[in-house]
């Protein structure tokens, strides 16, 4: 009579490493799935929020606006604003390459990789005065790889025209 031994099989081995194998597969499938989908979130998150924050800097600048002394549609936009500067030096806020810029008087990169910059003022008689005046400004971008991201900006004094 034969004596039976403990242990496992070849075939047992094999078959286990084979399971472990293809688990370890859709674990690996599974993390890389997971990670790339969180820096992509992470990467989108960023970008609205550099987005966003270069937009409410713009707003606080050209909402104080006492008088433009440049605008150059799509460009750039020049103005006094004595609540961020007493002194009234002027601040430029400009589109070059594929950043946009807050010169004040040195130049500040508010937003970078900007692909598409939109800048225009509409005049109007808002204050039912002779002449016409800034009635709003509107300000937007693409950032490389993103939708637009766009305000429009309301002074809240009288502004003239800076081409009368």
Known sequence: MRKREDGFTLIEIVVTLVLVGILSVFAGLFMTTFLNGYFMVKNNSDT?????????????????????????????????????????????????????????????????????????????????????????????FTVTGYKKFSTRIFPRTRVPNPYP
């Open 48 to 140: 609205a929020m550099k987005a966003q924050m270069a937009l409410d800097r713009i707003s606080i600048e050209l909402r104080d606006v006492g008088a433009l002394s440049a605008l150059t549609d799509n460009s750039l936009i020049t103005y006094k604003n004595t609540r961020m500067d007493p002194l009234g030096a002027d601040r430029t806020i400009k589109f070059v390459g594929s950043n946009i810029y807050l010169s004040t008087p040195t130049d500040n990169i508010l937003i970078d990789h900007v692909e598409a910059f939109q800048l225009n003022a509409a005049l109007n008689n808002v204050y039912n005065s002779a002449a016409n005046d800034v009635a709003y400004i509107d300000i937007g």
